[in-house]
């Protein structure tokens, strides 16, 4: 397929690039970061700029098969509340917009872990917690997301054979980050705010892929993780200190993630295939996910 990556150039969207061209796409970038070369610059807060874009672009492409929505302002914080809002709520709506006039009906776009309630000060309904209880948006961030995810599901009504997918991606890890996750035994609560979760970046990759190359006309939404936590302490001793009072459904594993990814392995045909453990030597002894 041709397929437009909004962000292609961050720190998800490099990994998800590479692996849908290695897998024999056309990708086209649309980015404000990035060398003119492998980037089309595009202001996804101006629709006229999405639609053009997506339509085609002299000398890059006459128009996509699909679209990989990436572009966001990462998380909550890095600017006000309300610049924050009105970047990503009008982005996302300009990309689907722009999709649905062009009868592009592939879309992929990254939720959010964050709509889980993270960063669980009120602690989470059970543990692990998976897509079944309704979205706690504890920020404008995440609340963002989750309108997102109800645009979404009304524009699947509007046009039944759009497929909308959304993947609410864990903390997106490179391997250079690994090193710094020893340190996290020392302090259950320093990673208690998305109950130790993290994902590959070069698993989110493979969650894209899978979501395009699966898509079926509807709404669907996923819990994109790694298979493990960030931590070498047990499972139950981080919910025992932490979560004392928050129901455990079924087993938690030594190490496995609380995200639960069933959802994606049962639906997708997703699952990880990197884990910190096996770029961090001091690791090699841990116990390893089931």
């Given amino acids: 397929m041709r397929i ?17 061209r290695d897998e024999g796409h056309e990708v086209v970038n649309l980015d404000q ?17 999405v639609i053009d874009a997506i339509a085609g672009v002299d000398d890059r492409h006459a128009g996509v098969d699909a679209i990989v929505h990436l572009a966001a302002i990462p ?8 610049a924050t809002f009105h970047n990503n709520m009008l982005s996302t709506f300009n990309v689907f917009q722009a999709a649905r006039r062009l009868g592009i009906t592939r879309i992929v776009y990254a939720s959010s872990e964050t709509v889980l309630g993270l960063p669980f000060d009120v602690p989470p309904p059970y543990i692990p917690v998976d897509e079944e ?6 920020s404008t961030y995440s609340l963002v997301k989750h309108l997102e995810e109800q645009m979404a ?8 054979e759009l497929s909308i997918t959304a ?29 130790w979760g993290y994902i590959d970046a070069r698993d989110g990759a493979q969650a894209v892929s899978l979501a395009l190359a699966t898509a079926h006309p509807g709404f669907e939404r996923y819990i994109i993780a790694a298979a493990d936590t960030v931590m070498t302490r047990p499972n139950a001793e981080l919910v025992a200190e932490v979560f004392p009072d928050v129901p ?16 994606a392995r049962r639906m997708l045909g997703y699952e990880p295939r990197h884990s910190w ?3 961090v030597t001091d690791a090699a002894a841990s116990v390893r996910p089931s």
């Fill in 248 to 263: 455990v459904r079924g087993d938690l594993g030594v190490n496995d993630t609380m995200l639960s990814i069933d959802k």
């Fill in 133 to 138: 209880y309704a979205a706690r948006p504890e």
């Fill in 75 to 82: 998380a909550p914080g890095i600017v006000s509340d309300v």
């Fill in 153 to 160: 599901i009304e524009l699947v009504r509007w046009h039944p």
């Fill in 33 to 49: 970061q990035g060398d003119r070369e492998s980037v089309t610059r595009v202001d996804l807060t101006d629709y006229g700029q």
């Fill in 4 to 20: 437009a990556v909004t962000g292609g150039s961050g720190k998800l969207g490099r990994t998800v690039v590479r692996t849908l």
């Fill in 277 to 279: 453990r096996d770029e």
């Fill in 167 to 195: 993947l609410r991606f864990s903390n997106v890890m490179d391997p250079a980050d690994y090193d710094a996750f020893p340190s996290f035994d020392a302090d259950a609560s320093l990673r208690k705010w998305n109950l």
